[in-house]
Antibody, heavy 122, light 107 residues
Framework: QVQLKETGPDLVQLTQTLSITCTVS????????VHWVRQPPGKGLEWMGA???????DYNSAFKSRLSISRDTSKSQVFLKMNSLQTDDTAKYFC????????????????WGQGVMVTVSS | DIRMTQSPASLSASLGETVNIECLAS??????LAWYQQKPGKSPQLLIY???SLQNGVPSRFSGSGSGTQYSLKINSLQSEDVATYFC?????????FGAGTKLELK
């Protein structure tokens, strides 16, 4: 069955770099796009970026050049890396699989990981 | 960016009642809209996609409607397990954007 699982640190120091791994099973990264979405405590959802099935990436400009997404298809893993962390980056970080509408590059998230809660500490 | 305005922010309803949640997009999103349910401590779960298509396994008491900039999620005959926060999301244009959420509680 389809599964996504995020692994990463609970705590990151102010201005340091966050690295999270999303390990997927039940589908291929060369067939489906995997996206990253975050949710600050008690708040809404924010789309961060995407790893396309063809290997390209797309980023929310809100993160400017802080964010990097990559993958290792042989390990079925997608990586999120974000630098210069601030306290308002404290959030639960989710990876999610995109189901594309036929004939388009857009779609909705049909499977989500359980998320990893990251606290940025000063 | 497309702004998604969701209302109400919170809602209290009785078991068996019908509930409506609205989502207004800042521009036409051509029915590229999904609804998710999120229970405390859990990840969002897809309920509705393409504005009105029910995701496999989701109870038929959930339904979606709308077009253009206005969309709604309807829950018929509210059950206790429907207590959750509901989010709308547009996927017509990047960056994908979400509504702020509607917290549904039992009266």
């Amino acid at each position: 069955q389809v599964q996504l699982k995020e692994t990463g640190p609970d705590l990151v120091q102010l201005t340091q770099t966050l690295s999270i791994t999303c390990t997927v099973s039940g589908f291929s990264l060369t067939t489906y796009n995997v996206h990253w979405v975050r949710q600050p405590p008690g708040k809404g959802l924010e789309w961060m970026g995407a790893m396309w099935n063809g290997g390209g990436t797309d980023y929310n400009s809100a993160f400017k050049s802080r964010l990097s997404i990559s993958r290792d298809t042989s390990k079925s893993q997608v990586f999120l890396k974000m630098n210069s962390l601030q306290t308002d980056d404290t959030a639960k970080y989710f990876c999610a699989r995109l189901r594309r509408n036929i004939g388009t590059t857009t779609g909705y998230f049909d499977y989500w990981g359980q998320g990893v809660m990251v606290t940025v500490s000063s | 960016d497309i702004r998604m305005t969701q209302s109400p922010a919170s809602l209290s309803a009785s078991l068996g009642e019908t509930v409506n949640i609205e989502c207004l997009a800042s521009e036409d999103i051509y029915s590229d809209l999904a609804w998710y349910q999120q229970k405390p401590g859990k990840s969002p779960q897809l309920l509705i996609y393409n504005a009105n298509s029910l995701q496999n396994g989701v109870p038929s008491r959930f339904s979606g409607s709308g077009s253009g900039t206005q969309y709604s999620l309807k829950i018929n005959s509210l059950q206790s397990e429907d207590v959750a926060t509901y989010f709308c999301q547009q996927y017509n244009n990047y960056p994908y954007t979400f509504g702020a959420g509607t917290k549904l509680e039992l009266k």
